[in-house]
C-alpha cells in the first residue's frame, strides 16, 4: 500500500537559509569534505586556520538537534493506556496495557516497546521528557509547523534559524564547524546571517577511483601514489612540484578519513546495523568530538517517516526502534569517551498526531506533541505535565502544556549560558523550566 508522504511537496514558506551561498572545503586535519554556507570571503588557508585555533581553545557544550520528520505520533511514543478515553479514540491502534515499560513520572503513561532505548535511558535519569510540547493556534501545516520550530518563532519571513542566530553572536568568521549539518544540505535551523556553518553528508564520502581500476590493483595503485608523488616532491619543473604537493596531500586526506569510512568506523561501542545513515552520522559525530572538532551546535534527520497517515503500526515501529537505539548507542559512545558532559540531544517533531484514528490504520496531523532532552547532564524530570484526553482541542488535537520557544529560550540561557533574549523574539513571554542537573 502506498504510503502518504505529505513532505514530497515544495517547502513553503522558503526554509531558512535557502539562499545562502555554498563553498566546498576540505579539512585536512580532520579528514573532512564540507560544504561551507555563508562565508564567501573565507578562502582555504584561513579556514584551516580558524578550525586549528578554535580547536585548540576550550571545549564547548554541544547541542544536537534530532528531528523527527512528518510528526510523530506522541500518543503511541509514551501512550496512554491509563486514560479511560484512549480505547475510545483509538480501538484499533491502541497499545496494550502490558505493552512497553511504564513511564515511571506519570502512571498514565508506557514507553512504546520500540522506544526501549529512549526508555533505559530515562531510567538512568538521562532524558527529560516533554510530553504535550506545542505553541498556541497551533498550525497543522507540516511546512509552518516545521519553519516555525526552525526559526524559533511563529514568523513565516524569518529566514535565518534559531541556531544560525546564536552562532551569528557567539561564532568565529573562520570556524564553520561551529554549526554542522550532518545532511546533504544545509540544515534551516542553522541559518545563519553573517557566521559561516557548513553540512557534511558523510565523513567516509572522500577517495578516489581510476576508470577500469579496482580490487588488489587499485589497492597497490593507492598505496604507491604517496611515495611516487614524493619522488618528484625536488622537481624543478613548477608544475610538477605542485602536482607532486598536492598528491601527497590528497593521500594524506585518504589516510585521515579511512577511519571515519563506513561500518569500519573505529568506535567503543557497537552502532546499529540498519540501512539508514543515522547510526553512522552519530558514531562519526562521536569521532569527531572525540577527534577535537570545534563543534557547537550539529543537526541532523532521524530516519523513518513519522507521517503516518496509514499502515502506522509497522512504520512507527520501524523508525522509532532504529533512532532510539542509535541515539542509546550514540550516548554510551559519549560517555565512553569520556565527552558525555558536554553534549546534549534534543529531539523533536513539528507537531503531534490527533487524538482519534483514522480509517486507515493512521493517524492524522495533531497539534502537541512530544521532545526530549538526552544527556548526562538533562535534569531526567518531565516538562509540563500530560493533559489527558478528555480536553482535546476543537480539533481533537491533544493540547500544548509547554512552548517550543520556552525550551529553547532555557537551552540557551542554561545550557550555553547565552541571553535568549538576543535569538528567540518575545523571549520574556515564555517560562524557563528548569532543563539541567
Known amino acids: 500500500m502506498a504510503h502518504c508522504a505529505c513532505n514530497d511537496f515544495s517547502r513553503t514558506p522558503t526554509p531558512a537559509g535557502a539562499g545562502l551561498d555554498r563553498r566546498q572545503f576540505l579539512v585536512r586535519s580532520a579528514g573532512l569534505a564540507v560544504s561551507v554556507y555563508g562565508a564567501a570571503q573565507l578562502d582555504l588557508a584561513a579556514f584551516h586556520e580558524g578550525v586549528a585555533k578554535a580547536a585548540a581553545g576550550p571545549a564547548n557544550p554541544v547541542l544536537v538537534s534530532v528531528f ?3 510528526g510523530v505520533d506522541s500518543l503511541s511514543l509514551l501512550a496512554p493506556v491509563g486514560d479511560p478515553k484512549y480505547r475510545e479514540l483509538r480501538p484499533k491502534l491502541a497499545l496494550g496495557d502490558s505493552d512497553g515499560t511504564p513511564f515511571a513520572e506519570d502512571g498514565r503513561l508506557r514507553w512504546h516497546p520500540s522506544a526501549s532505548g ?6 538512568e535519569g538521562k532524558v527529560t521528557v516533554i510530553p504535550a510540547i506545542g505553541y498556541e493556534h497551533p498550525d497543522q501545516s507540516h511546512f509552518n509547523s516545521r519553519h516555525f520550530w526552525e526559526v524559533g518563532a511563529l514568523d513565516r519571513r524569518l529566514v535565518t ?11 568565529q568568521a573562520d570556524n564553520p564547524l561551529q554549526g554542522l549539518a550532518l545532511d546533504s544540505e544545509l540544515s534551516p535551523a542553522l541559518a545563519t546571517a553573517r557566521m559561516p556553518v557548513s553540512a557534511v553528508n558523510g565523513p567516509g564520502d572522500y577517495d578516489f577511483w581510476a576508470p577500469g581500476v579496482w580490487g588488489d ?3 597497490w595503485m593507492l598505496e604507491a601514489m604517496p611515495s611516487i608523488a614524493a619522488s618528484h616532491s625536488g622537481s624543478r619543473d613548477a608544475g610538477m612540484h605542485e602536482a607532486s604537493r598536492i598528491t601527497v596531500q590528497s593521500a594524506k586526506l585518504r589516510q585521515q578519513l579511512l577511519p571515519f569510512s563506513g561500518r569500519d568506523l573505529a568506535s567503543p561501542v557497537a552502532y546499529p546495523t540498519d540501512d539508514s545513515a543515522f547510526s553512522n552520522r552519530l558514531a562519526s559525530l562521536s569521532a569527531m568530538l572525540g577527534a577535537g572538532l570545534p563543534l557547537r551546535c550539529v543537526s541532523l534527520s532521524a530516519p523513518g517517516d513519522y507521517d503516518t497517515h496509514d499502515n502506522q503500526p509497522d512504520d512507527l515501529a520501524q523508525g522509532l526502534k532504529t533512532t532510539c537505539d542509535a541515539l542509546l548507542a550514540f550516548q554510551r559512545d559519549l560517555e565512553a569517551r569520556g565527552l558525555a558532559d558536554r553534549v546534549l540531544m534534543h529531539v523533536w517533531s513539528e507537531f503531534g498526531r490527533r487524538g482519534e484514528e483514522n480509517g486507515s490504520a493512521g493517524t492524522d496531523h495533531g497539534a502537541a506533541g512530544a521532545g526530549f532532552l538526552i544527556g548526562t547532564r538533562a535534569s531526567g524530570r518531565m516538562v509540563g505535565e500530560f493533559p489527558g ?3 482535546l482541542d476543537d480539533d481533537g488535537n491533544l493540547r500544548a502544556t509547554a512552548d517550543f520557544r520556552g525550551i529553547y529560550c532555557a537551552l540557551l540561557e542554561q545550557w ?6 538576543a535569538v528567540v523574539p518575545e523571549a520574556k513571554r515564555f517560562p ?3 532543563l539541567l542537573k
Open 68 to 70: 523527527l520528520p512528518g
Open 118 to 123: 529512549l526508555s533505559q535511558l530515562h531510567g
Open 161 to 171: 534559524g534559531w541556531l544560525g542566530r546564536f552562532i551569528d553572536k557567539v561564532g
Open 217 to 219: 590493483v587499485e589497492s
Open 389 to 391: 484526553l478528555a480536553n
Open 416 to 421: 550555553f549560558g547565552f541571553d535568549a533574549g
Open 432 to 434: 524557563r523550566p528548569g
